[in-house]
């Protein structure tokens, strides 16, 4: 009996003493992995939900040659005399460095001279800026206005008017008008306006003087020949600029069988097929109805015009160009990562791989939840083909951005038009299987493997394997354009980020920014007012030491 009411006494102790230590203990303890939390997020070992993180400037730098234009000549000339003088003050570009994100305590940054960097054996580069690389951007040292704007010019966005009695969804067009850059970018080119009325001087990326032209006669068509020169449209017709002869050259450019889908500032290699396989065409001639509103017969059917319109059908061929399929398609798209984009006589749109097997086949039934009824899936090619449709027709990192149309099952026609229950833009892997988006969120745009999403008025960005980079806070955003993208604070100052959401450029060093042209960026400091729809215009006037005026800047590759 002794010996247990020792060890109870013994136990009493043990208890009274964990009852007073134990709580502090508890409390280290909280500490000390609250502590751990910290030390890991700042590793970056996880994110935690909408919460963005930017790590410091990236200045190392990143290789590949740009594409040297091929020329071929015509008869056409509809340019003038080179004209070199812009007509306004210029200036040159001094130099800054630095650190600070914050647009209130501007970083300086430092843009060393092109030809210092070619010397070291950098090159200018359109490939994607990788983070961590051997990139860096270098100053041009090309004499450019020193004011933003005397002219504004009309810009679009794009919105999906919904469908009423099942009919098809309809893009809509939103005008408006915004200050017009002096110094604009087109595949390299760089076009700056003049104190002539209407006139623009063009230069090379390297900025030769190539000559002036009526920018109200001849316009940027947003696409490129099979040469990969970037053609321009004058009279309806096509045409590329001959560099030698300082003019223009009439194309044999065909949008039925050259067009890479979406018209915006791609590089030479978008669009490229990345296989020998390729697609030859033969064209018919079938007639088209178009009905006449209004009008009718004795026994009531309508009336139409009876239209020939040629049509162009496709086959995939071998590396010989012999055809190994039908001429079943009447639209095709080049491969890229073992698939191409093909249409159907019914306008629907699948995959095919190498050999002209169905890889990612269209009119899908499934069972809509929402609906409680079956639909039909079918993949479409974009309503519209401008920069709001990048990311189409192309698998990158083994995703694409889709459209899809449902229809009614039980209903596919209704008063002669096809039931269509929905029309929306989704992101497919290369078996067909949905990449998944966060639920309310809607895809603008995709590219080098970042997806551009907007949720509430706010823009994110999400990478190709499902993580966020940037979480959807942002007030402006663009899409990537050769690994770079141009973001915005809502208050008139922009910054530019890689694919990891590292500051390549930071906010407070320029008031405006151009996307990435083929290898060349266009920034601005000084009094600029953004005037994209809905932003705040109170800017923050405290820039950075770099001068006032534009500069050119040059995307360079350290060479291996």
């Given amino acids: 009996m002794k010996k247990i009411n020792g060890i109870m ?33 700042r590793e970056g070992y996880f994110d935690i939900a909408h919460i963005t993180r930017y ?50 305590n501007p970083p ?29 951007l270098a100053d041009a040292g090309l004499d450019m206005p020193d004011y933003f704007s005397s002219k504004t010019y009309e810009k679009y966005y794009v919105h999906y008017k919904a469908p009423k009695d099942y009919a098809m969804f309809e893009p809509v067009y939103e005008y408006y008008r915004v200050k017009k850059p002096a110094v604009l970018l087109y595949m390299g080119y760089i076009i700056v306006e003049t104190d002539r009325e209407n006139t623009v001087n063009i230069y090379s990326s390297e900025g030769k003087a190539l000559g002036s032209y009526d920018e109200t006669k001849i316009k940027p068509a947003y696409c490129r020949d099979t040469s990969n020169r970037p053609l321009f449209i ?63 017969d004795d026994e009531g059917n309508q009336l139409a015009y009876v239209i020939p319109t040629t049509i162009y059908r496709f086959a995939l061929a071998n590396t010989n160009g012999t055809a190994i399929t039908n001429y079943d398609y009447y639209g095709a798209y080049p491969f890229h990562e073992g698939r191409a984009a ?8 699948y995959y095919i791989n190498r050999n002209g097997a169905v890889a990612i086949r269209t009119g899908v039934i499934r069972r809509d939840k929402r609906l409680s009824r079956s639909v039909y899936d079918f993949y479409m090619e974009p309503l519209t083909d401008g920069e709001e449709s990048i990311g189409f027709l ?78 959807p806070t942002l007030s402006y955003a663009e899409p990537f354009y050769e690994g770079l993208a141009v973001i915005g604070d809502g208050r008139g100052n922009y910054a530019l980020i890689d694919t990891e959401g590292n500051f390549v450029i930071p906010y407070g060093v320029f008031s405006y920014i151009s996307n990435a042209s083929t290898g060349v960026i266009a920034a601005y ?36």
């Fill in 9 to 41: 006494a013994k136990i009493k102790k043990a208890a009274k003493t964990a009852k007073k230590y134990v709580p502090r203990a508890a409390a280290v303890l909280v500490f000390m992995l609250i502590c751990a939390i910290v030390l890991l997020y």
């Fill in 55 to 104: 790590s410091d400037i990236d200045t190392a730098e990143t290789e590949t040659d740009k594409d040297k234009e091929t020329e071929t000549d015509t008869d056409t000339d509809v340019v003038t005399d080179t004209d070199t003088s812009t007509g306004v003050e210029t200036t040159t570009d001094t130099g800054a460095s630095g650190g600070d994100d914050n647009p209130d």
């Fill in 108 to 136: 300086e940054v430092l843009f060393l001279p092109y030809a210092e960097l070619s010397e070291q054996g950098y090159k200018l580069s359109y490939k994607d800026w990788e983070p961590g690389g051997n990139w860096v």
């Fill in 234 to 296: 004058y009279k309806d017709s096509y045409y590329y600029l001959d560099a030698k002869n300082k003019r223009f050259l009439e194309s044999d450019y065909n949008p039925k069988t050259d067009s890479r889908g979406v018209r915006f500032d791609y590089t030479p290699d978008y669009g490229k097929s990345d296989t020998a396989r390729k697609f030859i065409y033969k064209t018919e001639v079938v007639n088209v109805y178009e009905p006449i509103d209004g009008s009718f």
């Fill in 342 to 349: 093909v249409v159907d006589a019914d306008g629907f749109l």
């Fill in 394 to 471: 192309y698998f990158e990192h083994g995703i694409t951005r889709a459209r899809v149309l449902s229809l009614d099952y039980y209903n596919y026609f209704t008063n002669k038009k096809m039931s269509v229950i929905n029309d929306t833009d989704i992101m497919i892997y290369t078996n067909g299987k949905e990449f998944e988006i966060p639920s309310g969120y809607d895809v603008i745009a995709y590219s080098s493997g970042m997806i551009l999403l907007k949720h509430n008025g706010k823009y994110g960005y999400m990478s190709y394997t499902g993580a966020w980079v940037v979480q």
């Fill in 525 to 560: 400091i000084g009094e600029y007012l953004s005037t994209y729809p809905g932003a705040n215009t109170q800017q923050n006037s405290n820039i950075s030491p770099v001068s006032r005026g534009w500069h050119i800047l040059y995307k360079m590759k350290a060479n291996s």
